[in-house]
């Protein structure tokens, strides 16, 4: 039985996978317009160089056609990833595909589908730079989905899909650390490793439970030896260690195996339970038939034996198999966080599935009615609709944060360079800032996210910027020492005339299909360039764009443009953005986390996020700049802004009998 309007049409939404051309179109003339003018200037060498490699392309491109006639086309169609004949001067990128055939989504990073480019000559200056300051990542290897996180005796826990052979996805562990304030970490020992049939070829994706008398229930996917995914029971072998370093596995693995109809490798990543009112619990696991994504739900007394329930949590046709599902209450009253079993008439119920089909993470708010186990999203046309974020932020996971009274989402960040480079620089991956989730009560049909409280401790020296006018079609720079680590908090405000004057314009906007920054509107875009060199040869622009109406409504977007955020070609470009809610009398404003390599972004109070993964080669270290920017036609806009320097974070390896 399906739960919901097989007629929803997700072409309606923005799809940052549609590629954009990457042309290079300069920003309007301001203060740097001597030295835009000379970055575009081409010196004899570089002509050369680029009628060569036209040449080579060509030359490029006819071999792979003729190849490709011949060659054996790769499981996932892409006959680019099977082994090409054609030769290059540099290394050619030529991505494989991780994790499909162990029968989960695709863990490699296609930066290009169709095309093969060579790699950029990365040196160990631009790939050191590239790793985060305060952000969590292992001390070296691959990353993927955040694990379990709880609070427990003083210490939050975070586990952590983890490779620890390379910086590849493969032979999945649980990493663990443990920190008292989610900012600065210790590393301890790996949690949970492959070592029984059940989880042999893999210790996949799974959550934790607290319950009432103390006692800690870890249920997570195993992979077996078989490649079957199965739903096992773990729990900490010593309770009364607070840094619960040892996990014992129980010995009557696996308590669930997928249930007939459902294929073997479509059942996995088991979420945090819930109390029902029968004192007993219930878990959703995430699953597919044929293309519909469908949330599974199990009734259990022990966490050992289940019952498969009737009827679904959720499930949309055509959106193909659900990972990481979540399932939470929010409050329709209060700024507080609530507890996983929590409901009532003053609570919602968000429900968030991981797509494995764009690698996306979407959520819709309804009402649950525990008693029924319905779950009606509050627009039931729309199966699921919105996005935790419109950049990468994928296979998330929330908890209850019982010390503060907060729930926190944790997000995987993957990389969006090559997988050559990952190999050079030794990791893949960082996790998101946690961030605090809230029902956005003013508008009632989106969450809100803000990086918890506990980052703003990184805060160093700070500069501020009070109503810097920024005129239609230029460039300011700001003054402020290193911009590579940075808390940034920004408001705008367009100019009332222009805003009333401007007829009709750019109804049709959309940030991933458009221009992008360079694309010029009456009302828009206008914002930060952040990660650029003096030159801003490199610079990612992050921005609202206004469109109006002919009614005169404003419809107000919110983008992060990627098409020039670095000279090196193998690595993502697109443009990220949605629209987003604005509220009369609310200004526009952003706050943006910049770490080295990622930049995470809150626009409206958290109301929609974008995060950016950056791989400049010039705008690093010292040479890396920030600036406001206006690239509209008619308005200028106003903007103060309050600009942090940040420290690092203390993310170390715990050692035994150190005062942690
Ligand atoms: N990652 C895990 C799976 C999950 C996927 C494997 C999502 O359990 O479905 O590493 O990224």
Known sequence: MLESDPSRDFSKHEDPSIAVPCSYIPLPDGPHTRELASARRMPPKRAIFKVFSGVLILALVFAIIIGGRNSDVHANGNALLA???????????????????????????HVFSGVEVASFPWNNTMLSWQ????????????MNDPNGPMFYKGWYHFFYQYNPHGPVWGDIVWGHAASKDLIHWLHLPLAMVPDQWYDLNGVWTGSATLLPDGRIIMLYTGSTN??????????????????????????GNPVLRPPPGIDSKDFRDPTTAWYTSDGKWNIAIGSKVNKTGITLIYHTEDFKSYELLDGLLHAVPGTGMWECVDFYPVSKTSGKGLDTSANGPEVKHVFKTSLDNDKNDYYAIGTYDEKSGRWVPDNPKIGIELRYDYGIFYASKSFYDL?????????????????????????????????????DTKTGTNLLQWPVEEVDNLRLTSREFERVEVKAGSVVP?????????????EFELDKE??????????????????GAAERGALGPFGLLVLADDSLSEQTPVYFFIAKGIDGNLKTF???????????????????????PVLKDEKLSVRLLVDHSIVEIFAQGGRTCITSRVYPTKAIYGAARLFLFNNATEATVTSSLKIWQMNSAFIRPFQPGQDA
């Open 226 to 251: 078989e490649s079957v995914q199965v739903q096992n029971l773990a729990y900490p072998a010593n309770l009364s260690d607070p840094l619960l370093v040892n996990w014992d596995k129980y010995s």
């Open 83 to 109: 082994t090409s004949t054609s030769s290059m001067a540099s290394e050619p990128l030529r991505p494989v595909s991780r994790g499909v055939s162990a029968g989960v989504s695709e863990k490699a990073n």
């Open 403 to 439: 010390h503060k009274g907060r729930r926190v989402l944790w997000g995987w960040i993957h990389e969006s360079d090559s997988e050559i480079a990952d190999v050079k620089k030794g990791w893949a991956s960082v996790q998101s800032i946690p961030r605090t989730v809230l029902l």
């Open 478 to 490: 700001l003054d402020i020492d290193a911009a590579t680590q940075l808390d940034i908090f920004a």
């Open 558 to 580: 919110f983008c992060a443009d990627q098409t020039r955020s670095s000279e090196a070609t193998d690595v993502n470009k697109q443009i990220y953005g949605s629209s987003v």
């Open 498 to 515: 222009a805003l009333e004057m401007t007829a009709q314009t750019n109804v049709e906007f959309s940030c991933s299909t458009s221009g």
């Open 131 to 142: 790793r985060t300051a305060y952000h969590f990542q292992p001390e070296k290897n691959w």
